[in-house]
Nanobody, 128 residues
Framework: QVQLVESGGGHVEPGGSLRLSCAVS????????IGWFRRAPGKEGEGVDD???????????TYSGSVEGRFTITTNNDKNMVYLQMNGLKSEDTSVYYC??????????????????WGAGTLVSVSS
């Protein structure tokens, strides 16, 4: 059974940095990537937004325009941890962050509605 568990959320001031972790277990070989998504407070009734995705085999990552250049997604050698390094945080980055994955989907096909496994999320709050 595939399980994703996020950690590392917390409060940080604008301009600060935070690293989130997604612990991955039970992942079959036909799950190709891990994505990060987020939902801002007050938008619980809406969908999540894309943050980025990493292809586990190559380590290649892609990002949404709102975070590119500030956020970096990496994985460890064992492919059982995926990290989201967030630098230059802004108040609009305040969200619950989730990792998700979908069977037989490369990152180019990652969309929230296509994910079949989700973590519970971790809250990131950016304010002065």
């Amino acid at each position: 059974q595939v399980q994703l568990v996020e950690s590392g959320g917390g409060h940080v001031e604008p301009g600060g940095s935070l690293r989130l972790s997604c612990a991955v277990s039970g992942l079959p070989p036909d799950y190709y990537g891990i994505g990060w998504f987020r939902r801002a407070p007050g938008k619980e009734g809406e969908g999540v937004d894309d943050v980025g995705c990493i292809e586990l085999s190559s380590g290649s990552a892609t990002y949404s325009g709102s975070v590119e250049g500030r956020f970096t997604i990496t994985t460890n050698n064992d492919k059982n941890m995926v990290y989201l390094q967030m630098n230059g945080l802004k108040s609009e980055d305040t969200s619950v962050y989730y990792c998700g994955t979908g069977r037989r989907l490369p990152c180019s096909y990652f969309r929230p509605g296509a994910m079949d496994v989700w973590g519970a999320g971790t809250l990131v709050s950016v304010s002065s």
